[in-house]
């Protein structure tokens, strides 16, 4: 099978459309559709079904596109490795974590790290979903949660912890609840989503509560900053991650002693990039700035 028909392929499959393909490539629609049909002679075998609204892949196309996906993946890993200086860490690094963790906490300290280490560049990727890091649609990630997948190296970051807090002017007008079964006369603010970030996001509404019997919250909202800056506009109680804790400068922490959740956090990457100096690099970063939240 020629590569060029390959990368073409592949291409169109993630696209769904000649045109769209072509845009990626640089190359006309005609071109593309040339490519496509030409590899299906070559298979003797259709790729694609054609819709008016787009290509949708055939068994037979999903097969191909499933290895062409997992070479190409290996290739850029490969690619990534032997382009990495041997003296010292150098090359693009692609790293995922959470919206509410990336942008809170990762973001504002990456001009440190990148400026410590001038021949590494980065790509930082928030998503509340789990990226697939065998498929190289990222280097690293930064997860609440153990890895899934057995064939992914993991380093223990940190233990999270959660802070209740709430405006002064809200406890003015309403009260502070001395015990967790008081929240049900208050205004709570939960996060609303079907895909939350942490497990565990919403454990205000069930503390103490009967088992299956959560206290609605009077606001949700699909984002952890989102709850914070509705706290701080005086909506309600929130119960946000510590490691928002400059952002929640000007709130009052609350319900000291409620029983909330811990979330341990990792550093996971696949084993092809044990080796990795950028990785290694960026490992050790992340230990020394989370050992000095203690």
Excluded: C
Excluded at 3 to 27: I, Q, Y
Excluded at 156 to 182: C, I, N
Excluded at 288 to 294: E, Y
């Amino acid at each position: 099978m020629d590569w060029d028909k390959l990368r073409v392929f592949h291409a169109v499959a993630e696209a769904g459309s000649f045109t769209h393909a072509g845009d990626t490539l640089n190359l006309s629609q005609s071109a593309v559709s040339r490519q496509i049909s030409a590899l299906e002679e070559a298979l003797q075998v259709p790729l694609f079904h054609r819709h008016a609204r787009g290509l949708i892949l055939t068994e037979q196309g999903e097969s191909l596109n499933r290895t062409v996906r997992e070479v190409f993946s290996k290739l850029a890993m490969t690619e990534a490795l032997l382009t990495e200086s041997k003296e010292k860490p150098a090359g693009r690094l692609k790293v995922t974590t959470t919206v509410g963790f990336g942008s809170s906490w990762l973001a504002p300290r990456l001009n440190e790290f990148l400026a410590e280490y001038p021949d590494v560049s980065m790509q930082l990727l928030l998503d509340d979903t789990d990226l697939d890091l065998a498929m190289r649609e990222a280097d690293v990630a930064i997860r609440m949660h153990p890895p899934k997948q057995p064939d992914l190296v993991q380093r223990h970051l940190m233990s999270m912890e959660w802070q209740v807090v709430a405006s002064p002017e809200y406890l003015r007008v309403h009260g502070t609840p001395a015990r967790v079964e008081d929240l049900d006369q208050h205004n709570i603010i939960l996060f609303g989503s079907y895909r939350p970030p942490v497990h565990d996001v919403n454990w205000l509404a069930e503390a103490g509560r009967r088992p299956g019997n959560p206290r609605r919250g009077l606001l949700e909202v699909n984002s952890l900053r989102g709850m914070l800056f509705a706290a701080k506009a005086g909506v309600g109680i929130a119960a946000v991650p510590d490691y928002m804790h400059a952002e929640a400068e000007g709130l009052v922490p609350i319900l000291a002693d409620a029983k909330a959740p811990k979330v341990d956090v990792y550093f996971v990457y696949p084993e092809e990039l044990r080796n990795s100096k950028r990785v290694a690099v960026f490992r050790d970063f992340l230990l020394g700035k989370l050992a000095q939240r203690s």
